[in-house]
């Protein structure tokens, strides 16, 4: 006999959804608020602008809501099912594009995005390296990627709300520090960083991939 529960729609998603989002409010937990942190973190933004890691969609909305149209991708389709409804919720569904894939490999040419966000991602992901490296090669000259996670105070939080669910939230060794030297390896240099909302948060400037430096070094 099959006890498994019964697959929930869109719609009572998105209400358990709002169930949820609430207890963090109570906590003290602003998620809106945390993402509109983020993204203005970075000051001006060029668009398009490449979401990594959809979740329930707070940093694509944000980013949307600076006028620029977005792509956020994700693995999880049940989860960008509900980030669309938020984002119709918000009246930015017509600026977002959700795609179900991997950003480990994306179909996009080289400099394709004027900017690209990551927020609470990052300790989801086993093998990030393949990740940051497909950032970097979409990133435009000149483009800015911000990269944002929980610092130790907002982990306890998430943990706690979980472990009251039954359940622990799952934690890798990805960090931001991690994050940055994959980064400055790869072309971009440290423009922020900064810490609130439970979140820290860097911000990293792509600079020109044929400078003179790098044209004398290939001769």
Same mark, same amino acid.
Request: with cysteine.
């Given at each position: 006999?099959?006890?498994?529960?019964?697959?929930?729609?869109?719609?009572?998603?998105?209400?358990?959804?709002?169930?949820?989002? =609430?207890?963090?409010?109570?906590?003290?937990?602003?998620?809106?608020?945390?993402?509109?942190?983020?993204?203005?973190?970075?000051?001006?933004? #060029?668009?398009?602008?490449?979401?990594?890691?959809?979740?329930?969609?707070?940093?694509?909305?944000?980013?949307?809501?600076?006028?620029?149209?977005?792509?956020?991708?994700? /693995?999880?389709?049940?989860?960008?099912?509900?980030?669309?409804? =938020?984002?119709?919720? #918000?009246?930015?569904?017509?600026?977002?594009?959700? /795609?179900?894939?991997?950003?480990?490999?994306?179909?996009?040419?080289?400099?394709?995005?004027?900017?690209?966000?990551?927020?609470? #991602?990052?300790?989801?992901?086993?093998?990030?390296?393949?990740?940051?490296?497909?950032?970097?090669?979409?990133?435009?000259?000149?483009?800015?990627?911000?990269?944002?996670?929980?610092?130790?105070?907002?982990?306890?939080?998430?943990?706690?709300?979980?472990?009251?669910?039954?359940?622990?939230?799952?934690?890798?060794?990805?960090?931001?520090?991690?994050?940055?030297?994959?980064?400055?390896?790869?072309?971009?240099?440290?423009?922020?960083?900064?810490?609130?909302?439970?979140?820290?948060?860097?911000?990293?400037?792509?600079?020109?991939?044929?400078?003179?430096?790098? #044209?004398?070094?290939?001769?």
């Amino acid at each position: 006999m099959c006890d498994s529960k019964p697959k929930l729609s869109p719609h009572e998603r998105l209400k358990a959804f709002h169930a949820r989002n =609430l207890q963090y409010l109570h906590l003290g937990y602003d998620r809106a608020n945390a993402a509109r942190f983020v993204v203005r973190a970075a000051g001006e933004l #060029a668009g398009p602008a490449l979401d990594i890691g959809t979740g329930k969609g707070f940093c694509a909305i944000e980013l949307a809501r600076m006028g620029m149209t977005v792509v956020s991708i994700d /693995v999880d389709a049940e989860e960008q099912e509900v980030a669309t409804l =938020l984002a119709e919720e #918000a009246g930015v569904g017509d600026r977002i594009r959700f /795609v179900h894939g991997n950003a480990a490999h994306l179909p996009y040419p080289d400099g394709y995005f004027g900017c690209a966000a990551m927020m609470d #991602a990052l300790h989801h992901l086993d093998e990030p390296s393949p990740v940051f490296r497909e950032m970097a090669r979409v990133v435009k000259d000149g483009g800015l990627i911000i990269i944002a996670d929980f610092d130790e105070k907002g982990f306890d939080l998430l943990s706690r709300v979980h472990r009251a669910e039954g359940h622990d939230h799952p934690r890798t060794a990805a960090t931001l520090i991690l994050a940055q030297d994959e980064l400055l390896r790869a072309g971009f240099q440290e423009m922020a960083r900064t810490t609130s909302c439970l979140h820290d948060v860097i911000v990293l400037l792509r600079k020109p991939r044929n400078t003179p430096e790098s #044209a004398k070094r290939s001769v």
